[in-house]
């Protein structure tokens, strides 16, 4: 299944999602600069411009093959990239994917992520015929259960230990949201 082979926009309310470029490069190493933006994501901040090219890269490059991969997000009131959302697997024989996201520390608390996550949830139901769409978040990360909580996902479990982060074991929150709940 091509899923991306022709990434589309997603437009909401306040954002667009598109393919990054190039000219991100300088919107992108403003936040990604941020340790507490980098703090429960499994990237270091980055260091210099040069990183943050080196990741829009490897991302054109998952655009190219088709592969799953995150869009740019653009808050609309300043033609800026602020963010990415994307999916981090797909497995096309179980119908199923999962989501990943981060942003600019100063757009936070602003119900930005929950509009971008609810745009790329009806995507991945409607437009890729997903039928189990997965999260997962850091337990000391509660933001982003509340995020995917707004979104209609449901708390499935903890895994302990689950991930190495920053050099430490780390507990995560497992969320998922069924097609036959997103059609309630
Ligand atoms: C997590 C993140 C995506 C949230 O994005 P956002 O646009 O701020 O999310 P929203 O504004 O849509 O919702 C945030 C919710 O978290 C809640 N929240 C914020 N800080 C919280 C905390 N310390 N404890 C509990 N809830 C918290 C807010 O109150 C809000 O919920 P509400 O609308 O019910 O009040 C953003 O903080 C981020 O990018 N962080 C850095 C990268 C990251 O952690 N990515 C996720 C990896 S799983």
Known sequence: MDYFQH???????????????MKDAGDVFEYSKDPLVAEHVLWDAHR??????GYIRYMMRKYRYGEP???????????KVIGTIGFMWIQP???????GYSLAR????????????QALIRYGFEEMHLNRIEAIHETDNPAS??????????????MRSKLINKGKFV??????????????
Request: glycine share 6%.
């Open 7 to 21: 990434t589309p926009v997603i437009r909401t309310q306040r954002l667009h999602l598109r393919k990054l470029t």
């Open 48 to 53: 210099s411009v040069s990183e943050s090219k």
């Open 69 to 79: 991969s995150s869009w740019g997000i653009v808050w609309d009131a300043e033609e």
């Open 93 to 99: 024989e179980n119908a199923a994917a999962e989501v």
């Open 106 to 117: 100063r757009f936070w608390n602003r119900g930005i992520m929950t509009e971008a996550l």
């Open 145 to 158: 259960g509340a995020v995917m909580r707004k979104c209609g996902m449901l708390h499935e479990g903890t």
């Open 171 to 184: 507990d995560v929150e497992l969320y998922a949201i069924l097609r036959r709940d997103f059609q309630k």
